[in-house]
């Protein structure tokens, strides 16, 4: 037997999360077996631990959406035992039993090589959250984005995504403003290469279809006013990359930030996103996040602990990325 985070459902259809050992014979199919070592809580694994929203769609669950670890059996061409690897997404956590747990089984497919530049407590620092910043930054330099051209908007800066976004960004030579709701954190997030902090009330009312021109780019990930007060203040032919909602899924603006300025709204999907574009994130990670800065950012727990956690989590009582030890 080993130990996993198991989520029921009872009649009341309220959820329940417990520790629970689980026969490696009930994973599901896969070609690949990982002894996971370190998983992490996500916005997502908050959710569906807590019942806060219908993450869950086949129970019994065990969530976790990203996990690292080393490869124990493997019939994937790709992979051997020994091998460390991470994974991020595809489903984890929602449809199938996911990284909270001691062993997975998946396909081969979906796994990346560990980078040797972390161990896999610091693949899961950066878990789903930074490897979806990795993916933004990309996107904005392939819209064009260059230090050169003038501030980038991280909001949600306090929040796993927004940590890491500030690293590389700040790393990459850009002039960072991060906007948060929790100021006091001003050297938190300094120290993550912010260059000024903002704070979110400013942008937390209905935003005017155009403002004055402020930043050539932006990372966003709250939605709804935020993001529509960030498109009005854009620069011209400016990018801004879309992957949370922590604030809202609605978008109260208009057309014209795209069409009078011709702003860029940059959706990032990191679930399924192609395993080239998964390289190409870990190889940005690898070469500009600092890994000491990480330790900053990070709490750690162990299997239990991440489901109380989990509570603090979507209380919004956390900063930053929590690692979760399957083996403690």
Not at 121 to 140: F, H, N, R, S
Not at 238 to 259: Q, R
Not at 304 to 327: F, K, N, S, Y
Request: hydrophobic letters at 45%; glycine letters at 12%.
């Amino acid at each position: 037997m080993t130990q996993a985070i198991l989520l029921t459902r009872g009649e009341d259809k309220a959820t329940q999360a417990a520790v629970s050992d689980i026969d490696p014979a009930d994973l599901p199919e896969g070609d690949v077996t990982v002894a996971v070592s370190h998983s992490t809580l996500n916005y997502k694994d908050g959710l569906a631990i807590t019942g806060s929203g219908p993450v869950v769609r086949a129970w019994p669950m065990v969530p976790g959406i990203d996990f690292a670890g080393v490869v124990e059996d493997s019939g994937h061409a790709g992979f051997k035992p020994g091998d460390a690897v991470v994974l991020n997404g595809w489903g984890l956590g929602e449809s199938r039993w996911g990284g909270l747990a001691q062993k997975a089984r998946v396909p081969g497919d979906w796994l990346v090589p560990l980078p040797p530049a972390f161990t896999p407590a610091q693949a899961m620092a950066i878990g789903t959250a930074g490897y979806t910043a990795a993916l933004a930054v990309l996107e904005l330099e392939r819209q064009g984005l260059t230090p050169d051209k003038g501030p980038v908007l991280v909001t949600g800066a306090n929040g796993g995504v927004g940590g890491v976004a500030i690293a590389l960004l700040a790393r990459r030579g850009y002039e960072v403003v991060a906007m948060t709701g929790r100021t006091g954190e001003a050297d938190y997030l300094t120290g993550l290469g912010a260059s000024a902090i903002m704070d979110r009330a400013e942008y937390a009312g209905p935003a005017r279809p155009m403002a004055k021109e402020r930043w050539a780019g932006a990372v966003d990930a709250v939605g709804s006013h935020t993001l529509a007060n960030v498109l009005s203040q854009m620069k011209y032919f400016s990018p801004v990359a879309a992957c949370g909602l922590a604030g809202g899924m609605d978008l109260p603006t208009s057309v014209a930030p795209f069409i009078l300025r011709g702003v860029r709204l940059c959706g990032i999907e990191s679930v399924y996103m192609p395993k080239p574009e998964r390289l190409a994130a870990y190889d940005l990670l690898a070469n500009d996040l600092d890994p000491a800065l990480l330790a900053s950012m990070t709490t750690e727990v162990g299997l239990a602990e991440a489901i109380p956690t989990a509570a603090r989590l979507m209380a919004g009582q956390v900063r930053g990325r929590v690692v979760v030890d399957v083996t403690r």
